[in-house]
């Protein structure tokens, strides 16, 4: 048999670091042995490549309680001095921006609210500059998510705040990369990771604010199109023709599910925050019939765009975040007969399941981190970190 060459060895060797890296940031705290059995590496190959990434500052272990006798198991977290990603979340009227580390912790975070207008990339900027100056070379990257279509690092448009070809290189410190993705896509990205969808093939996710969005996941690894912008299942014309929607289309899905449908539906003129009248129009629908009605012919649009999409996808899973969920909550038989009426046939009897958020709020800034650590935990990657702490390169 041909012996391995040097390049070779150190290629697999190479392949082990960044496999344990990446299952740290998987599956954080999980034991040294846990790591080396799902990887299949041998004891004396998972001691040599954890020691290596102790000394590269890229993860540590610490003695975890074990509840019985003997010497409490190790488990393996991130490095004290590790890398960080910094995540910047913009919605139709709040910010966040904070800094997480290795395994998905976030170590620092930041709220505020904005009127909705690009301005708001100035203080975010200033945000982002505060943190890199205080994290310094720890700070690998910046990993926005925005409620709009995005491509590269530009909004194309954002149809619930007004933006149209919005680029966010404010938020971009000197040498560092930026990565910008839609909040529903990122959001559905970390559920099919780590939320509800965990553990599933192909999962497709699902979010309302200010119309529909989300993403097809695969294999862990979300379907996003040729230029990013995949995933925007809200201009799917699922909706009524003669109705225009602010993206340009006729009878966007959008329109169908949000606030401004249950506005026309009780009535009403446009509000000028949907998401924030869809909100007031479910707390009434409790006791206002007139309320209910409009949150049910919502919910029910909402279950045939999802049955349309399970007919066409074939997830194994639907999660829901955002609005849908609220919509789910109250007024499940709706949306049920909405679902169940656009499934094809053979479908009906065991449908893809369609379940609630488990990570809520936190998706899209844990979905924007995970995108950036994807990019960071390549040997490009571990290139790079090695030269910004004057390491000498892991072989």
């Known amino acids: 048999m041909e012996r391995m060459t040097a390049h070779s060895a150190r290629a697999l060797r190479s392949q082990g670091v960044l496999a344990v890296l990446r299952y740290v940031h998987?599956?954080?705290?999980?034991?040294?042995?846990?790591?080396?059995?799902?990887?299949?590496?041998?004891?004396?190959?998972?001691?040599?490549?954890?020691?290596?990434?102790?000394?590269?500052?890229?993860?540590?272990?610490?003695?975890?309680?074990?509840?019985?006798?003997?010497?409490?198991?190790?488990?393996?977290?991130?490095?004290?001095?590790?890398?960080?990603?910094?995540?910047?979340?913009?919605?139709?009227?709040?910010?966040?921006?904070?800094?997480?580390?290795l395994g998905g912790r976030v170590v620092a975070e930041e709220a505020g609210g904005h009127s909705g207008t690009p301005d708001v990339l100035g203080t975010l900027g200033d945000r982002v500059s505060a943190l890199h100056a205080r994290y310094g070379r720890r700070l690998r990257a910046v990993s926005a998510c925005v409620a709009g279509t995005v491509s590269g690092t530009t909004v194309v448009q954002a149809s619930g705040m007004g933006w149209r070809d919005?680029?966010?290189?404010?938020?971009?410190?000197?040498g560092i990369p930026l990565l910008v993705g839609n909040d529903?896509?990122?959001?559905?990205?970390?559920?099919?990771?780590?939320?509800?969808?965990?553990?599933?093939?192909?999962?497709?996710?699902l979010t309302v604010e200010v119309g529909v969005g989300g993403i097809l996941v695969v294999d862990g690894?979300?379907?996003?199109?040729?230029?990013?912008?995949?995933?925007?299942?809200?201009?799917?014309?699922f909706g009524d023709p003669s109705l225009r929607c602010p993206c340009?289309?006729?009878?966007?899905?959008?329109?169908?599910?949000?606030g401004?449908?249950?506005?026309?539906?009780?009535?009403?003129?446009?509000?000028?925050?949907?998401?924030?009248?869809?909100?007031?129009?479910?707390?009434?629908?409790?006791?206002d019939p007139a309320a209910r009605a409009a949150v049910e012919t919502a919910a029910h649009a909402l279950g045939r765009g999802v049955g349309a999409l399970a007919n066409a996808l074939d997830p194994g899973v639907v999660t829901l975040s955002g609005l849908a969920t609220e919509l789910a909550g109250t007024a499940p038989a709706a949306l049920e007969a909405g679902y169940a009426s656009a499934l094809m046939r053979y479908r009906r009897p065991a449908p893809p399941p369609v379940l609630s958020s488990t990570l809520g709020r936190q998706g899209p800034l844990t979905g924007a981190a995970d995108a950036a650590f994807d990019a960071l935990l390549t040997e490009d990657g571990l290139d790079a970190w090695s030269r910004a702490w004057s390491l000498r390169k892991t072989p």
Do not use: N, Y
């Open 26 to 101: 998987a599956h954080p705290s999980a034991k040294r042995a846990e790591a080396a059995r799902a990887l299949g590496l041998s004891s004396g190959s998972a001691t040599e490549i954890i020691g290596r990434l102790k000394a590269a500052r890229l993860v540590d272990e610490v003695h975890a309680p074990t509840g019985g006798r003997g010497r409490p198991s190790p488990a393996l977290v991130a490095h004290r001095d590790g890398p960080l990603v910094c995540v910047v979340d913009i919605s139709h009227e709040r910010w966040r921006a904070g800094c997480v580390e």
């Open 248 to 258: 340009g289309a006729d009878g966007c899905w959008d329109l169908e599910v949000d």
């Open 166 to 174: 919005v680029d966010l290189e404010p938020l971009r410190p000197p």
């Open 260 to 287: 401004r449908a249950m506005a026309r539906a009780l009535g009403r003129p446009e509000p000028r925050d949907p998401r924030t009248a869809a909100g007031q129009v479910i707390a009434a629908a409790a006791s």
């Open 184 to 205: 529903a896509s990122l959001a559905g990205l970390a559920e099919a990771r780590r939320g509800a969808g965990a553990g599933t093939r192909v999962v497709l996710h």
């Open 221 to 237: 690894r979300p379907v996003d199109g040729a230029t990013g912008a995949g995933g925007e299942f809200g201009h799917m014309p």
